[in-house]
């Protein structure tokens, strides 16, 4: 349930930060990035997305600290 209501919380700001890394992205992927290396240019900018998302969504401090609290 936490993580459901972590999710309902944030889904809005990363799916904005998404679109703002994945359509230009794409955009250089398929204008620029020769045919040969447009899947390793994919992964690379995944893995920059997941380094990102970490950095945002990473902190473990639950959002229910009552809860937390009772479970310690």
């Known amino acids: ?3 459901l209501e972590r999710y309902r919380t944030n889904v809005a700001q990363d799916m904005v ?3 703002k890394l994945w359509v230009p992205m794409q ?3 398929f ?3 020769p045919v040969h290396m447009r899947v390793p240019f994919a992964a690379g900018v995944s893995f920059v997305w ?3 998302l970490s950095a945002l969504r990473g ?3 639950p959002l229910n600290t009552e809860k937390a609290a ?3």
Do not use: H, Q
């Open 31 to 33: 204008s620029v990035v």
């Open 17 to 19: 930060n998404c679109w």
């Open 27 to 29: 955009f250089i992927n």
């Open 50 to 52: 997941s380094c990102i």
């Open 1 to 3: 349930s936490e993580g």
């Open 59 to 61: 902190d473990m401090k």
């Open 70 to 72: 009772a479970l310690a």
